[in-house]
């Protein structure tokens, strides 16, 4: 479930607004490309996760820690300045019922990783590291090839049309900049569209070399037409109960909040996984301001040396086990 998550966009709509123009859709377009090229500022993103299982199915699982680890709430909030090269992440984490906060600083020549719980910090030279390393140290963001990318966000846009972009009321917002006039745009994206499109993505993925790479990095080697299988296997199972895409466009064109939501079942008699739910809130402020990014000032006895680090990482979760 882990790896096809983020991909399953079998989505069906289940609220609808009146009123369609191919000028929303011109304005919509628009206020997404503007918006990626925001050279600085701040977002915040808050995604719920959680499973639905039949406990009659989970022989062998241990349905208690299941249940612990289960949904999942995690607050992410990044300051970033393209210009500068620098990117900062503050997570905090929730599962298990217990929270976590964790920090990555990132340039691109250094990368400072705060390890939860154990009050520790790695150190990373991105132009250092081989794809082992990497693995190894869980603590480097994996990279897709930039035309994967490029392929997933064309198939994203071609699942949907003018008819499929609806403008709604005004309203004002209270966002980190303060009151901030906003118009309300939904997008409605068919049930074939959408699988059609999570099969593109799927397909896009399974033509990057770095996925071959992750994948054969393993300790036991993944074979990727199998987990391809699976993943397509899921997409045609999953039927979607709930599914809402809606931005905010504030007065300049920028998309300052994003919110997605989704339930659905898994058709899948052989899975004790009989559904999901995702929720995912993003804004952004700060829009084109001066941010501040710094590296943590750490002392020499707080830091961990990658190579270190996978003896260290039983003691996190020995800490997390008395928790």
């Not at 808050?46 to 607050?75: H, P, R």
């Not at 008819?163 to 901030?180: A, H, I, S």
Request: glycine share 6%; charged share 30%; hydrophobic share 40%.
């Amino acid at each position: 479930m882990k790896n096809t998550g983020m991909i399953l966009l079998a989505l069906v709509l289940v609220l609808a607004l009146v009123g369609c123009q191919s000028k929303d859709y011109d304005n919509y377009l628009e206020a997404v490309e503007r918006t990626d090229q925001v050279q600085s500022g701040v977002r915040e993103m808050e995604i719920g996760y959680g499973l639905q299982v039949d406990e009659a199915k989970m022989e062998g699982v241990d349905i208690e820690l299941f249940k612990a680890m289960n949904n999942i709430e995690l607050t992410l909030t990044e300051t970033f300045d393209k210009e500068a090269g620098r990117t900062k992440f503050d997570i905090f984490t929730v599962f298990g019922g217990i929270g976590i906060d964790s920090q990555v600083v990132a340039s691109s020549d250094r990368v400072t990783v705060e390890i939860p719980l154990l009050g520790k910090y790695v150190y990373l030279n991105p132009k250092e590291l081989s794809m082992d390393e990497e693995v190894l140290s869980g603590a480097v963001v994996y990279q897709l090839d930039e035309d994967t990318l490029k392929s997933i966000d064309k198939a994203y846009r071609e699942s949907f049309g003018e008819e499929d972009v609806f403008r709604g009321e005004n309203t004002v917002m209270d966002t980190p900049d303060g009151l901030v006039k906003a118009t309300k745009y939904e997008v409605r994206i068919s049930d074939p569209a959408l699988r059609k499109f999570a099969k593109e993505a799927l397909s896009a993925l399974g033509q990057d070399e770095n996925i071959d790479a992750y994948l054969s990095s393993n300790e036991t080697p993944l074979k990727k037409e199998e987990l391809m299988s699976a993943i397509e296997k899921v997409i045609d199972t999953t039927k979607l109960m709930e599914f809402e895409i809606i931005h905010y466009l504030d007065h300049d064109g920028y998309v300052i909040d994003r919110r997605l939501s989704l339930v659905a079942s898994l058709e899948n008699e052989e899975s004790f996984i009989t559904g999901f739910r995702f929720d995912m809130h993003m804004t952004l402020g700060k829009i084109g301001d001066a941010v501040s990014i710094e590296f943590p000032d750490v002392d020499e006895k707080d830091m961990i040396p990658l190579e270190n680090l996978e003896e260290e990482l039983p003691k996190l979760l020995e800490s997390f086990d008395k928790e």
